[in-house]
Every structure is written in structure tokens, then in C-alpha cells.
């Protein structure tokens, strides 16, 4: 394995004191940045760009390995603690995280995040080393035809899980696609629902609509409730996880990493769609599904493994042949560009021993982070025990901070407040919120996907039919679809069967 | 009760802790922030004494990381490390196509230490988004840098020469698929609709398909999606070398350095120049002097080493032409992006 050879040398390289001090810089960094909602990992890498120009090519990365890695950890803290998803990436982990935490389970939650993310990131980051032609490959060939399916696969998942009423369910799934909508339509150019407002031109952007869901809607709905009901103290819990929490968790965290690392090399793959595929996919695995909603370990697992392996998935195109499949992978690019390196598919052969280093780095970067983070788990658990008032006092100052740090406009808090009372509503009447996260996530997307198939076949509908992996996304859904039907022809097989299980990577 | 008490001190003691771990984080990156965020040196021009140019900032209408943020803060840095300006500030106010940054741009009408930079980009989403605030409301100070668009298809493609495809366009138009990496009214856009217009196709007819910048056109083109990309070369010139995409033509005036063997479509017998260009506007009716330190910082900048190692390490080709020259520029571009889109139906 030349590769292999190639990665010691790198190892070789990083395990210098000053280089292990820039690793460390960039994960606390990227972690303190994943805390705050609203301030991503590609603005933090574009901020420190300047700083770094007077720096070795080769630290810099390994500092903008660490930022990129830390921010999906950090994503999950917020998310669980206070339900205030900091990166779209971990909006999915706030449904079961916070009510882990509620239930006295934080510790547990945060700790099966870290644990979760070390074991995708160091998977994912292996898979690098061995499989990075194969996966370039593989994720060229994939085009709108296929992204759709998938997409549709995600929704009608979606569909299965849409709480107590289907009515209520699709009113939520409808409600979210309707935001989703809102903007400039990228085909005609014409302005979608929004009244004329430059602001809306581009949408209502994901962590806005996460934050004033989730954590305004949640205080307002506390609020109006805190003089009825005394404050209920939240447990203090276990600080660390048991027997029972590992046995739970192990199998989502490699699941999850199954769904994260394609995703991540996918060209505008992103890290949503594999921790919704993950959460839907435990929740039909799940031996207990009741426990989905009321703190799940499983729900927290797989989609936090998903999306750090996403992140070392992202690395596959860029490092290979030079293309950034999101804005951090753009933001390094640049970098690159301006120490005089040409990133692209010479990269490697030209300066084997930045990329290799760069890779070992992100092992390097990841132990740090599940050290930085684990013994953190417990103290931060504590923070919950602050009175309720000051707590969401918190919460709230930590949700409008979040939102106005997305585009910096006095407009967006008025949106975050108007959403919050939105989610009031939901809580109100009962609405499942996780259908309307999906819409305004996927909705887009699917949209999009569709549109540009049928773009491409000229308005044929045979374009929405793309090549085998569509073919297999087809027959997962005639199969959700068709289930019900099949297991009562079928009496002898549990609904809950393990046959489409997806399969499990292996380091 | 006693003891309950004190375990509960000591319990808000470790909260302490850690809403003070959470506080620090925050003070951290509202100080990244505040460097980003509107400054109060923005509003209005501060009556202090004419230093010579300090606290300049340079807004960029879009995300970080894309080509009008590289742009400004290689100026910022260049301005910096040269010493021909105090600190530059660079903050990016994104939004619909960059007019959000345009509108503010417009509203800080006298502010003489903020300038915007611009491009093609912004020319046409003026007109796409229906913006209020046009670029003919602002200040033009210079234009910068520019590049020419290429015609690119994949290594397995059918056309071999730009004859041949636009052959095969000009015969069935609606099936062969132009991908470009920006939306409509974007010079993704604006390039195939414009040599369209030129080999005699009506424009309405392509079949242009948006993709969210090289990042996805790139495996788009590779992986055989589309029939032709046209985007700016610089996005193309790594995967050339490594022969994965081959181009057909560029579209500036004469062949380009980089890329000595692919003609101009001029060579190749089509009358179409296309050039993307970025440049920088400051704000309404400022005063005659605080224009003349934009353009003499500009230009001293223009006239650096260091500018020119960055145009080289970048792929960026020298356009300067500062003031009223390029204001005259500004309004030749608007028309045509004008009339193009009109053409198209975009613009009513």
C-alpha cells in the first residue's frame, strides 16, 4: 500500500509540537464555532484566512482540518442542551438529543455525539486513505435522476414517521414545504412568495427556521405555561453511559457513517440528507420505536455519526480532483490558490506530503475532540439546572444571536420570531415538528433534482428514471410502501425485520 | 437539608463554569462578528482629519469563499502588507445575487469609506431580482481584473471542435444541454445566451441548466450530465491539465496564456467577445475627495509586485481602468445585460 506508506510519513510530519499546537487551535476553535448557531465552519475558515497567510501552507490546513471536524461536534452541544440546532447538520440530533436531555439524559446524549462522531471521523477518514479514486468515481456518476430518488426515499421515510394523525403530519410536511419555496426560482428567475422583500430573495435560510422553531417556539410554549405547572427540576442523571447505552449505540454509529461518507463526496450532497436518512432508519430499526420522540440514544447516535462522516466524505472529491463539493472544501481551495499550490487532480502527486499530512492531521484532530469533549460532557450536562426562566433566558439570547449571525440583518429575528410563534402554534395543536424541518430541508432540493432531470431530458419523463441507484432507491420505497401489505400476507415475520439493513462499513 | 443545599451550591458553581465556557465562546466569535458586521465607522462619513486612508471597507455582496470575496480581501491584504492604507476591513452582506449588498451600497449615499465589490454578476441580478437600487445610483471606482469565459465539454464528448458543436446546437437547440455555474442573469448564464444570439439561435430556445457553481458543474461536465459547460476558464484549468475536460474555445479577444492551443471563437469564425469582470463601486454622491483615495489606493495597489504575484498564482488577467472610464464600462455592460434578458423574457 503505497498510500499507507505515504500516511506514516504524514504522521510523521504532524506529531511536531508546533504542528500538534495549530491542530489544537483549530479544533477548539471549531468546536466553540459549532456551539454558536448560525456561524458555520466556512465563515470561521474565510475570517481566519488572513491570519494564515503568514503561516505554512501545511499548518494552516491542519488548522482547517480541525475547525471543519469540530464544527459537526460542536453542532450537537446546542442541539441537545437547548434544542438550538447550530448547523443544519445537527438539526435532526436536537429531536432526540433534547429530549435526552430533558429526561435527565444529557450526559448520555453529548457523549454518544462525541463518541459517535470520533468513530464515523476516524471510519471515515480511513476510508479516505483506501477507497478515494473508487468513491470520486462513483460520486461523478451520480446526477439528478438519482439524487431525487433518494431524496424521495427520505420523504416517503418521512411520511412513515408523521406522528399520532396523518392529518396533522402532512399539515406540518406541507407547512415546511411551503417555506421551502419561498425565494427566487433558480429555473425562471421569478420571485416565490416573497411580497417583494430583497430579504426573502433568497429564502428563509435552514438555521433560522431550526432556531425559531425549536427554541423559540419551545420557550414561548414554556412561557405560557410556567405559572400553571411549577417548574418540574430535570434530573440530574448518570454522568457517563452505561452497558446498555453502548449496546444501543454502536450499530447507529456505523450506519450512520455508511450514510455520512458517500453523501459528503457528492457533489452539493451536504451532511442533512444522510442524518434524516440515518434518524428515519433507526426509528425503523429501533427494537423500541416507541421510545422515538420521548429520547431515543439511537436517534442521537446515527445522525451525529452521519454527519461527521459526511465531513470526511467531503474531503474525498476535493483532495482527488480538486473539486469542493461545499463552501468549507471552496474556502480551503482558495487557501491552497493563494500560497501558489494548484489544487486539483495533481494535488496529490505534487504534494503528497501536505495532503498526507493534512489526513493525518484529521486522525490527530479527531482523538483530540473526543478528549476535549467527553470529560466536557458531564459539566455541560449541569447547565440544564439553572432555573427555568434564566434557562430560557439563555435560550433565547443564544437563539437570536444564532439567527442574526446567519446574514447579519435585523430582518431575520423578526422572521425567528414570527417562526417561533409558528412552532407555539405546532406544540398548540399538536403538529409533529420533524415534517416540516424535512420540507423545508429537502423540499428545495427534491425541487430542484426533479426540475433539472427533466431540464436535461428535455421535459421526457423517462429522465426522472436515472441509472441503478435510482433503480434501487425505487424498489426501497415500492418496499416501505408495499410492507404493511406484505407482513399481514406474511404472518410469520415481524414488521420490525433486519432485511434492509443497510450494509455496515468496517474499518 | 443542610447538605442538599450545599451539593446544590456546588452543582451552580460547575453551571457557573460552564455557562462562563459557553459566554467565552460567544465573546469569541462576536468579536469575528463585529469584524464582519457594519461597523459604526459605516455610517455616515466620520468628520475626522484626512488621513491618508484609514478605515476602509470593502463589502462583498456574497458568501466567503467565492470569487468577488477572494477578490476583496486580496485587495484588503495587498493595500495592508504594501502600507498603502491603514487596516481594511472586508465583510461580506450577502443576498438575491448580491442587490441586498447593493441597496446598502445605495443607502449609505456620501459614505466615503465604504466600497462594494462588484462584477458582471451584480449587473445582471440588478435586473433579475427586480432590485430598486441600481448600479447606476452608485459611485464607479475601478474595474479590476477580468476573465474570459470557455466553451468545455468532457474527454468522452461527441464535438471535438467548436464548429462541430455549435453546428449540432444551431440544428436541434433544445437538445443539447448548457450547464453553467450561476443562476439566470448570472455570467454563466449571460455567456451562452449571448453566443446564442451571435451564431443565430434565439435564446429563449437553450436549454440552460443552473448549477451551484464549478463545485457542481464540474462533476456535471466529467460525468457527462450536460452537452457543453460555459463558465469563466480558471474553474476548468486543473482538470484540463489532468485531461479530464477538454475546451472547445474561449471567449476573450486573444487566446489566453494559460491555454495556448484552444482558439477564440473569433478564430473560429463566431463575432462574440465575453469577458466576466469584477470591479468596485462605492456609494452615491460621495465627495470628489473621498473618491480620489479610493482610486489612488487602487491604483497604487494595481501598480504593486504583490498585486501582480496574486493576479499570476490566481489566473486572474489585469483590467484596470479606474473612474469615469470605467463608469462609461458600467452603463455599456448594463445595456446589453439589459437587453439580453429582455430578450429572454426575464426582464419585463
Known amino acids: 500500500m503505497d498510500n499507507l506508506s505515504n500516511l506514516i510519513e504524514g504522521f510523521a510530519n504532524i506529531l511536531t509540537p508546533l504542528n500538534l499546537l495549530f491542530a489544537l487551535i483549530g479544533v477548539t476553535v471549531g468546536t466553540a464555532v459549532g456551539v454558536l448557531p448560525g456561524i458555520g465552519p466556512a465563515m470561521t475558515v474565510a475570517l481566519l484566512l488572513p491570519i494564515t497567510y503568514g503561516l505554512d501552507p501545511t499548518q494552516a490546513m491542519i488548522m482547517f482540518a480541525g475547525i471543519f471536524y469540530g464544527g459537526m461536534y460542536g453542532g450537537s452541544t446546542t442541539s441537545i442542551l437547548l434544542n438550538t440546532p447550530g448547523e443544519s447538520a445537527s438539526v435532526v440530533t436536537a429531536l432526540e438529543g433534547n429530549k435526552m436531555a430533558k429526561a435527565g439524559r444529557a450526559a448520555q446524549a453529548l457523549a454518544t455525539a462525541a463518541i459517535g462522531s470520533f468513530v464515523a471521523g476516524t471510519i471515515g477518514t480511513a476510508l479516505l486513505v483506501l477507497v478515494m479514486p473508487q468513491v470520486v468515481a462513483f460520486a461523478i456518476e451520480l446526477g439528478s435522476p438519482e439524487m431525487l430518488a433518494i431524496l424521495l426515499v427520505a420523504f416517503v421515510g418521512a411520511s412513515a414517521v408523521l406522528g399520532s394523525s396523518r392529518v396533522r403530519g402532512f399539515a406540518s410536511l406541507l407547512m415546511g414545504l411551503t417555506i421551502g419555496v419561498i425565494g427566487i426560482d433558480f429555473v425562471t428567475g421569478q420571485q416565490r412568495l416573497t411580497f417583494g422583500s430583497a430579504q426573502l430573495a433568497d429564502g428563509i435560510d435552514v438555521v433560522v427556521v431550526a432556531v425559531g422553531i425549536f427554541a423559540v417556539g419551545e420557550a414561548l410554549w414554556v412561557a405560557a405555561h410556567l405559572r400553571r405547572k411549577a417548574g418540574t427540576v430535570i434530573p440530574v442523571g448518570r454522568p457517563w453511559m452505561g452497558r446498555e447505552d453502548w449496546r444501543r449505540s454502536w450499530k447507529p454509529w456505523l450506519r450512520g457513517t455508511a450514510f455520512g461518507f458517500p453523501f459528503g463526496a457528492i457533489p452539493a450532497g451536504g451532511a442533512e440528507v444522510p442524518t434524516f436518512l440515518s434518524y428515519l432508519t433507526e426509528r425503523r430499526l429501533a427494537k423500541r420505536p416507541e421510545e422515538f420522540g420521548h429520547g431515543a440514544i439511537e436517534g442521537v447516535a446515527g445522525p451525529e455519526a452521519a454527519n461527521n462522516a459526511s465531513a470526511a466524505g467531503t474531503l474525498v472529491p476535493m483532495l482527488a480532483i480538486g473539486i469542493p463539493t461545499n463552501a468549507t472544501a471552496a474556502i480551503m481551495l482558495s487557501a491552497l490558490q493563494g500560497w501558489g499550490l494548484e489544487p486539483g487532480p495533481f494535488l496529490i502527486e505534487k504534494q503528497p506530503l501536505l495532503v498526507w499530512t493534512l489526513v493525518a492531521s484529521l486522525f490527530i484532530g479527531n482523538t483530540m475532540l473526543l478528549l476535549l469533549n467527553l470529560p466536557l460532557a458531564p459539566i455541560w450536562a449541569k447547565l440544564l439546572q439553572i432555573p427555568r426562566p434564566y434557562l430560557y433566558a439563555g435560550i433565547l439570547f443564544f437563539a437570536t444571536m444564532g439567527a442574526y449571525a446567519v446574514n447579519a440583518q435585523p430582518f431575520d429575528l423578526f422572521l425567528l420570531l414570527a417562526l417561533g410563534l409558528v412552532g407555539f402554534m405546532l406544540r398548540r395543536f399538536g403538529l409533529p415538528v420533524l415534517p416540516l424541518i424535512i420540507g423545508v430541508i429537502l423540499g428545495p432540493l427534491a425541487e430542484k433534482h426533479g426540475r433539472r432531470s427533466l431540464q436535461l431530458s428535455g421535459g421526457d419523463l423517462n429522465g426522472l428514471i436515472g441509472g441503478p441507484v435510482a433503480w434501487v432507491c425505487y424498489v426501497i420505497i415500492a418496499g416501505v410502501i408495499l410492507w404493511p401489505l406484505l407482513a399481514k400476507v406474511l404472518p410469520g415475520r415481524r414488521p420490525h425485520d433486519r432485511d434492509h439493513t443497510p450494509t455496515e462499513v468496517s474499518a | ?348
Open chain 2, 1 to 348: 437539608m443542610r447538605a442538599q443545599s450545599t451539593a446544590r451550591k456546588a452543582s451552580l458553581l460547575t453551571t457557573g463554569i460552564a455557562v462562563a465556557a459557553l459566554a467565552l465562546s460567544a465573546c469569541g466569535a462576536t468579536a469575528d462578528d463585529a469584524d464582519t458586521a457594519p461597523g459604526a465607522g459605516a455610517t455616515g462619513g466620520t468628520g475626522g482629519n484626512a488621513a491618508p486612508a484609514s478605515g476602509l471597507q470593502i463589502m462583498v455582496p456574497n458568501s466567503p469563499g467565492g470569487g468577488y470575496d477572494t477578490t476583496a480581501r486580496t485587495v484588503a491584504k495587498v493595500m495592508e502588507t504594501e502600507k498603502i492604507t491603514g487596516t481594511v476591513q472586508v465583510f461580506n452582506l450577502p443576498g438575491a445575487g448580491g442587490t441586498v449588498g447593493l441597496q446598502r451600497t445605495v443607502n449609505e449615499k456620501g459614505n466615503g469609506k465604504l466600497a462594494m465589490q462588484m462584477g458582471l454578476g451584480v449587473v445582471g441580478a440588478a435586473y433579475t431580482q427586480k432590485s430598486q437600487a441600481t448600479l447606476n445610483d452608485t459611485t464607479p471606482i475601478a474595474k479590476l481584473i477580468e476573465e474570459a469565459g470557455a466553451i468545455v465539454v468532457s474527454k468522452e464528448s461527441p464535438y471535438t471542435d467548436i464548429t462541430s458543436l455549435i453546428d449540432a446546437w444551431k440544428k436541434d437547440p433544445s437538445k443539447v444541454n448548457v450547464g453553467g455555474g450561476s443562476s439566470p442573469g448570472g455570467p454563466d448564464h449571460l455567456l451562452p445566451m449571448q453566443l446564442a444570439k451571435a451564431v443565430g439561435i434565439e435564446p429563449t430556445k437553450v436549454s440552460y441548466i443552473s448549477y451551484d457553481g464549478g463545485g457542481e458543474l464540474l462533476p456535471a461536465i466529467i460525468g457527462n450530465k450536460i452537452a457543453f459547460g460555459a463558465s469563466g476558464f480558471g474553474e476548468f484549468l486543473d482538470q484540463v491539465k489532468a485531461g479530464e475536460v477538454k475546451v472547445l474555445a474561449v471567449t476573450s479577444e486573444e487566446r489566453i496564456d494559460a491555454l495556448p492551443d484552444v482558439p477564440t471563437l473569433k478564430e473560429s469564425g463566431v463575432d462574440f467577445v465575453f469577458t466576466n469582470w469584477r470591479g468596485i463601486v462605492a456609494p452615491p454622491e460621495i465627495s470628489d475627495a473621498d473618491k480620489a483615495v479610493w482610486v489612488d489606493a487602487l491604483t497604487a495597489m494595481h501598480d504593486s509586485q504583490a498585486w501582480k504575484d496574486e493576479m499570476e498564482k490566481r489566473g486572474w488577467t489585469d483590467a484596470f481602468v479606474t473612474g469615469d472610464e470605467f463608469g462609461t464600462f458600467l452603463k455599456e455592460q448594463d445595456t446589453a445585460v439589459a437587453e439580453i434578458l429582455k430578450n429572454l423574457g426575464l426582464v419585463s
